[in-house]
């Protein structure tokens, strides 16, 4: 498996402009994530998908913030309008509970979307 | 819930000394505990975990860490650095039989001299 895949891995857009970061998780992954990471913050988890669902949106900032899994191998971060405190590096991780795989319970990061909004 | 508690935000070290990087957690259920590395400009990859069984996990690039229940301590150690081992370290805990989430703790910055 290629790992987890995400684009862009550099983003830089102009304040209230619409990003869209991208994740194409590992296959038979059921488990999704999208962190942010900062100096200021370090590692925050935004949101999670167990099987496509949305289970804990609690760490979504703010409703500028959105995201969605239309399926098993694809999901999207929207932040529509675009702030400048919103520059941060994007990652999405995916992972499996199921026992019979090798790697089950751990999180496999993508390598990120570094975003700048000016 | 669980948290978990990342004593130094960083750890300089000579090349070849020994190093240990240290993890405390809080938690009312049994606990899975991981090691993650980022090096510059990538993401978090594992490097050990614990699960159950053995207290002394071994992971990749010559790292140890020791499961310390009654010390409710997850340290990570090597005998000898290298400059390759620059890098950030985040200790992580899940509760497998309460939040499968992990929690990550804030990262501990190892930095290896020549």
Same mark, same amino acid.
């Given at each position: ?17 619409e990003?869209?970061l ?6 038979g ?24 669902v ?7 900032p #703010?409703? =500028?913030? /959105? +995201?969605?899994?239309?399926? %098993? $191998?694809? &999901?999207t971060?929207?932040i529509?309008?675009? #702030?400048? =405190?919103? /520059? +941060?590096?994007?990652?999405? %991780? $995916?992972? &499996?509970r199921?026992?019979?795989?090798a ?16 | ?13 000579f ?54 229940k ?11 650095v ?11 805990v899940?509760?497998p ?18």
């Amino acid at each position: 498996d290629a790992g987890v895949i995400q684009s862009p891995r550099h983003e830089v857009t102009e304040m209230g402009q619409e990003v869209t970061l991208r994740c194409k998780p590992i296959s038979g992954h059921d488990y999704l994530f999208w962190y942010r990471q900062t100096m200021m913050r370090g590692l925050e988890l935004l949101i999670y998908f167990n099987n496509n669902v949305p289970i804990d949106d609690s760490g979504m900032p #703010e409703d =500028r913030f /959105s +995201a969605k899994m239309p399926n %098993a $191998s694809f &999901s999207t971060l929207k932040i529509q309008p675009s #702030e400048p =405190r919103d /520059s +941060a590096v994007y990652f999405c %991780a $995916s992972s &499996s509970r199921d026992r019979g795989l090798a790697g089950a319970d751990e999180q496999y990061f993508g390598p990120g979307t570094r975003l700048t909004v000016t | 819930a669980q948290s978990v508690t990342q004593l130094d935000s960083q750890v300089p070290v000579f090349e070849e000394a020994p190093v240990e990087l240290r993890c405390n957690y809080s938690s009312s259920v049994s606990v899975y505990l991981f090691w993650y590395v980022q090096y510059p400009n990538q993401g978090l990859q594992l490097l050990l975990k614990y699960l159950s069984g053995s207290t002394l996990v071994k992971g990749i690039n010559g790292f140890e860490a020791e499961f310390n229940k009654s010390q409710t301590s997850f340290h990570l150690r090597k005998p000898s650095v290298h400059i390759s081992d620059t890098a950030e370290y985040f200790c992580a805990v899940s509760a497998p039989g309460g939040s499968y989430i992990p929690t990550f703790g804030r990262g501990t910055s190892l930095i290896v001299h020549p």
